[in-house]
């Protein structure tokens, strides 16, 4: 169990970029895989991105070679960088933490921040 803030969305125009920052309440360093999932109206809730504890990351299709996940376990904090973003991408973003492999039903989630691409 940890509780986990998203900041950084906004209103940001195709091609541009935003960093998504998550802060976590305690260490992750031990936290299986870190995420970001994203929804939007209409439509399920996709995996965006993740991270495992020992640094495997993995990604949708749609955001590949333009988001990159990462985590500094310092600062408890998780990260998406968003580049040349479309407008596809508008969806509320969340932070997810899988605590161990084994538990999916016990996934930690963020309250989510809004990400709109649009001219």
């Known amino acids: 169990q940890v509780q986990l803030v998203e900041s950084g969305g906004g209103l940001v125009q195709p091609g541009g970029s935003l960093r998504l920052s998550c802060a976590a309440s305690?260490?992750?360093?031990?936290?299986?895989?870190m995420g970001w999932y994203r929804q939007a109206p209409g439509k399920q809730r996709e995996l965006v991105a993740a991270?495992?504890?020992?640094?495997?990351?993995n990604y949708a299709d749609s955001v590949k070679g333009r988001f990159t996940i990462s985590r500094d376990n310092a600062k408890n904090m998780v990260y998406l960088q968003m580049n040349s973003l479309k407008p596809e991408d508008t969806a509320v973003y969340y932070c997810?933490?899988?605590?161990?492999?084994?538990?999916?039903?016990?996934?930690?989630w963020g309250q989510g921040t809004q990400v709109t691409v649009s001219s």
């Open positions: 997810n933490a899988r605590i161990t492999i084994w538990t999916p039903n016990e996934d930690s």
């Open positions: 305690r260490s992750i360093f031990s936290i299986y895989a």
């Open positions: 991270i495992t504890s020992g640094g495997t990351t």
